[in-house]
């Protein structure tokens, strides 16, 4: 299944940053998903935001959100549902097909 990002929202869990998004689908219509931790780490780098740090201020959560909305709102993604729980990747290089101009 597939949709695009219509909202993105960070949250602080059990001292771990979480981001689920809300996502359009034309079969389902609007649904919750949980962005996977090697999907944030591609949109927002801990080496940039925290160079070797372990540890995070919550007044990082408004840059992070900036950058979560400016990188992913409108995106198409795929969706898969894990253990009750809607996930989404997304859309991976290999699919991007170049042609002659």
Known sequence: MRGRI???QPKISNQKLKVTATIHTKKQGLLQAFMPDRELSALV?????LADKKQA???LIPAITAMLKRMSLGRT???WKYDEHYYFSFIPWREVKFCDE
């Open 6 to 8: 219509v909202c993105v």
């Open 77 to 79: 993604v795929r969706i």
């Open 45 to 49: 780098p801990r080496c940039i935001m």
């Open 57 to 59: 201020l919550p007044q």
